[in-house]
Structures are given as C-alpha cells and as structure tokens.
C-alpha cells in the first residue's frame, strides 16, 4: 500500500515510520496513517494513536518528539501536556493525533477524512 505515496516522497515515508516507531515502542494502539496526497493543503499525512491513560499518552507524545528530534525532523508546534485526552504534534509534513478512546471515539477524525488513503504501519 506505501505506493500511496509518490516515491519522490521517501523521506516522508521514513519519517513516517520514525514516528510510527516511537509510538509502537511505548506501546501505542490502534495507529493509523491517512495519507491526503493533493486533497489537503494543511498536511500529507496524519498519524492516529491511542493510549489507555493521560500518563501513557503524555510517554506516547514525549517519545514521538524525543524520536523525531534525534532524527532531525523539524517540529512546526507542540502541545504542552493537558489531561485532555488528545494531544498534537506537528511535524509540518505529517501530523500525529494521540488519543484516549473516549476521544478518539468522540472526534472521530477518521471519519471527516473518509477521501483519506490509509496507509498501514507495516507498509512503511
């Protein structure tokens, strides 16, 4: 499925990985990659996670910028951690959402981007 993604294009699908990688690492479930190619002007990819609490979400955020930095991939922004139950991180070219359950349920992001290609974890 990584034919998604045009092969000029292999640095995204590194990093992609990288970041993927992290969050398998502390645990993450449930990752998910939407790849939007030309049909969004904000990003190409989303990275969608969940963690089962606020401490393993905050492990899941901090080891995905952790990871990201040693490999020097650019951060646009950051969320500052907040029980929440969703936390951001932009990496300009991919975006990763972290979830609790309740609220990856409740915004359902996977669903406003249905026109998404989804790409699996172990495609990359």
Not at 71 to 87: A, H, I, M, T, Y
Not at 88 to 93: E, L, R, S, T, Y
Request: net charge negative; proline share 2%; glycine share 4%.
């Amino acid at each position: 499925m990584t034919s998604v993604i045009p092969k000029e294009k292999s640095e995204l699908r590194e990093n992609l990985k990288i970041a993927c990688d992290a969050l398998l690492d502390k645990k993450g479930e449930n990752i998910k990659l939407l790849y939007f190619g030309g049909k969004s002007s904000l990003t190409d990819c989303f990275i969608i996670a969940t963690g089962n609490s606020n401490p393993q979400i905050k492990a899941l955020r901090d080891n995905v910028e952790k990871t990201l930095k040693e490999n020097n991939v650019e951060l646009f922004s950051k969320d500052r951690f907040q029980p929440s139950g969703w936390l951001v991180i932009d990496a300009i070219d991919f975006v990763v959402h972290i979830f609790s359950d309740e609220q990856r349920e409740n915004y359902a992001i996977e669903e406003l981007w249905k026109d998404a290609d989804e790409i699996l974890v172990e495609d990359l």
